[in-house]
């Protein structure tokens, strides 16, 4: 029984933490442009079949396919920053919102066009594929702990990242104030580029990571709406918040899966999120903005 | 050649000429003050030297260089920094914090640099920590180092701005309405600070203002304008007493003794 738990409990944080990547940039975005990407989910879509292109056609290293998919994934953001949404500058947000979701549409599109993907699924082999940990009766996968652990990495490498060096505050003082943030003589088009840069790296490392659970395809992108709410849950526009709320979305999930009936499971997020945002409007971690009158 | 120079500025927005064909020259060293009715294109001045409009004719020139079309950042980088009439601070964090991001544009790293924390990189970390606490000991902000900006009250909030404008070390500073919101003892502090920055600090100041007893108080010259004109320009005692300058302010001024 415990067991059964425990194991639950682990593949929920670990679907969780990939909500909390995808979630992360979304809310990356948010905080620095205040445009939700709602192509963030393809992000994962392009980085899991570059990924797989890599590991199964060229038969490389999984690290290397990864070092080269976050690289691929970050020029691809920086692109689309320059050439897509730049021009775009000062439109309406609602405007701009609208292009993100018709991005989502042509980027899936245009992976089912490319020879070799398609829309068949796919799957590749990981150095974790088929490992397992065992503690007496628990036994653990090594892909889900591998989830866990780049996360976590992940995580520390980009809080360090924000806090310490001069490119990570200066995007942080954009997000406060961008007219201040100018006068400073921080370029805000760098900052832009740079945010969609990291973001859509983020996407793709999210895409191979959720690979060997959910498989290739060119729909994989539709975790982008459990992603989503992960963001609301942990207040928009908080990036700890993203993570937690996407762990806490990861896990009910999994727990649901197993102990409630059948369909449970894909509400489940959508009930909690309900349920945060009755009790606490700004999310988990949202910091309330006062307006004096 | 002039420190600072605005030749025939002009600028529309629609039909309404906000600026047309002002010109001035700041010396090296002065306070210049800018003064002029409500809507008279003061501020428009300064957002045009920021860049935040695009002139339609004339050039800003800058320790000899022509920055009318330098990019809005470039311009800090320059050595220009300025303050808001309605305050536009980093709110959420301290005021500490604030300073330091007016350390941005003399940091020189790169990613790599900051990973190794090199000994220069610690260097220049430490340089504008210590350039942050002297301007706070400046200007009287001890009390509130570690506060958040939010929290503070407006004339505090005002110094802050101050401040961060100070931490960027520029050779030329633009105040926009200091003294507004603030109150008289605030406003005496303002005076005496505007004149140490002037004359312990070296540093240039072209300011906008509506209160007359700060302009004449710490003004070397004045420039008068209205409906986006020069009216006239020269030494301060001049101008607040030319007719044409008068005339222009009487209706304001009429207004303040009857309410």
């Not at chain 1, 406060?176 to 983020?202: D, E, K």
């Not at chain 1, 996407?203 to 729909?219: D, K, R, S, W, Y």
């Not at chain 2, 200091?178 to 300011?207: A, C, F, R, V």
């Amino acid at each position: 029984m415990l067991v059964e738990i425990l194991q639950t409990v682990l593949s929920g944080i670990s679907i969780g933490c990939i909500y909390g990547l995808v979630a992360l940039g979304f809310v990356l975005i948010f905080k620095a442009t205040e445009v939700i990407n709602f192509a963030q989910g393809e992000m994962m879509v392009i980085g899991a079949f570059i990924a797989y292109s890599l590991i199964t056609m060229l038969n490389l290293d999984y690290w290397l396919a990864l070092l080269i998919t976050i690289l691929a994934l970050g020029l691809f953001g920086m692109l689309l920053e320059r050439f897509v949404l730049r021009s775009l500058i000062g439109e309406p947000v609602f405007a701009i919102v609208m292009l993100t979701i018709g991005l989502g549409y042509a980027i899936r599109s245009g992976v089912s066009m490319v020879p070799g993907w398609g829309t068949d699924t796919y799957g590749f082999h990981t150095p974790f594929t088929d490992k397992n940990l065992h503690y007496g009766d628990l036994v653990i996968s090594w892909e889900q702990v591998s989830v866990i652990l780049m996360t976590l990495v992940l995580i520390i490498v980009l809080f360090c990242f924000f806090r310490y060096t001069r490119m990570g505050i200066a995007m942080r003082a954009t997000s406060q104030n961008q007219l201040a943030a100018v006068y400073m003589g921080i370029s805000v088009n760098r900052v832009f580029s740079l945010t969609w840069t990291i973001s859509a790296a983020l996407g793709g490392i999210a895409g191979i990571l959720l690979a060997p659970f959910t498989f290739v395809h060119m729909n994989m992108g539709f975790i982008g709406l459990k992603a989503f709410p992960a963001a609301v849950l942990g207040g928009f526009g908080s990036i700890p918040g993203a993570m937690v709320g996407g762990v806490i979305i990861g896990v009910t999930e999994s727990l649901s899966g197993v102990y409630l009936p059948e369909g449970w499971k894909d509400i489940a997020a959508y009930i909690i999120l309900i349920l945060v945002l009755m009790l606490r409007p700004e999310g988990l971690f949202g910091i309330q903005e006062k307006k004096k009158v | 050649m002039a420190f600072f120079e605005a030749r025939d500025i002009s600028i529309s927005f629609g039909g309404l000429k906000a600026l047309n064909r002002v010109s001035f020259q700041v010396e090296e060293g002065e306070v210049f003050s800018i003064i002029g009715p409500n809507g008279a294109g003061k501020t428009t001045i300064f957002n045009c030297i920021n860049r935040y409009y695009t002139l339609d004719e004339g050039t800003f020139v800058f320790g000899g260089k022509d920055i009318t079309r330098a990019r809005p950042y470039a311009i800090a980088a320059k050595g220009i920094a300025r303050t808001f009439q309605n305050i536009e601070l980093f709110k959420n964090t301290t005021v500490l914090d604030n300073l330091l991001l007016g350390r941005h544009r003399h940091r020189k790293t790169s990613f790599l640099s900051e990973a190794l924390f090199l000994p220069w990189v610690r260097k220049q970390e430490l340089r504008n920590r210590e350039k942050a606490e002297e301007v706070i000991d400046f200007l009287d902000l001890q009390a509130y180092r570690d506060q958040q900006v939010a929290g503070l009250p407006y004339g505090v909030q005002k110094t802050v701005e101050l401040g961060r404008a100070l931490a960027t070390e520029p050779k030329l500073l633009l105040l926009d309405e200091p003294s507004s919101g603030m109150n008289m003892e605030e406003m005496e502090d303002l005076s005496y600070w505007i004149t140490d920055i002037k004359e312990e600090l070296g540093i240039t100041i072209l300011m906008v203002e509506h209160n007359m007893r700060l302009v004449r108080k710490v003004s070397d010259r004045v420039l008068a304008m209205d409906f986006g004109v020069v009216i006239t320009q020269g030494e301060t005692k001049e101008v607040l007493e030319h007719p044409d300058v008068l005339q222009a302010y009487l209706g304001e001024e009429g207004a303040a003794t009857r309410s």
